[in-house]
């Protein structure tokens, strides 16, 4: 098992001190940040890299997204510690671990079934609990809904019906949506059982939303 060396978590700091010039403000988010070890989701020869503000590739077409990403999108939601959250995109597992800090209530989905069973294993050996599934994360997970908070973790090209559905009233949906190239992150409020408030933000760059209400199916 790795380890979190004092030289870590100082590099851990000045991140997030970086995040807190670029304007993230929600001190759980921040905390969070600081919390989970960037560098376990790394190669050896890559630890130099995991508290750089940037993406870097994780195998299987992907990424894990840059810091500043994860904390605009988790600060959007307005996390509380009872929210029941759904995740899209499970990835390397990084964006859940933040989660996980701010909430147990935590269920993720993964389309690609190489990053699925690989980020099991790594909740595993951390003794992390969120509600793990493989699966089609464009269409939600109905079964378990309704949910507090829903973020997406890869570029959709329309905002998918079944995740609207999902969302409980006065829940929160982040998700950035757009072409393949950019996307406009949009916080999706359900202020009643047919009413959604829409606002939009920066632009971003994803991997694309795969899946029946995402960009079909490339598997």
């Known amino acids: ?19 807190r010039q670029k304007g993230i403000r929600d001190e759980r988010v921040l905390a969070a940040i600081d919390a ?10 890559f630890v130099e890299q995991a508290y750089q503000d940037k993406a870097f590739p994780i195998g299987e077409g992907q990424t894990i997204s840059q810091p500043y990403t994860v904390a605009f ?10 929210d029941k959250v759904l995740e899209i995109g499970t990835g390397s597992g990084y964006q859940c671990c933040v989660l996980l800090q701010i909430t147990p209530h935590v269920y993720t989905i993964e389309y690609n079934k190489p990053l ?5 294993r790594f909740f595993a050996k951390y003794g992390l609990k969120p509600h793990t599934f493989h699966g ?16 997406v973790t890869a570029g959709a090209p ?30 999706i409020t359900r202020v009643s059982e047919d009413e959604f408030e829409r606002e939009e933000f920066d632009d971003f ?8 209400e995402g960009w ?3 598997q």
């Open 1 to 19: 098992m790795e380890a979190d060396l004092y030289k870590h978590k100082g590099m851990r700091r000045a991140l997030v001190q970086h995040l």
């Open 36 to 45: 989970v070890p960037r560098h376990f989701f790394f190669e050896k020869a």
């Open 73 to 82: 999108q988790t600060e959007l939601l307005r996390l509380r510690p009872t």
């Open 116 to 120: 699925y069973d690989k980020a099991r």
């Open 136 to 151: 089609d994360g464009s269409e939600g997970l109905p079964q378990h809904a309704p949910f507090n908070k829903i973020i």
């Open 158 to 187: 329309i905002v998918p019906r079944s995740l609207l559905k999902q969302l409980a009233v006065g829940g929160i949906l982040v998700i950035p949506v757009g072409d393949e190239n950019s996307q406009k992150m949009l916080r």
């Open 205 to 212: 760059k994803f991997v694309p939303l795969l899946g029946r």
């Open 216 to 218: 079909g199916s490339e």
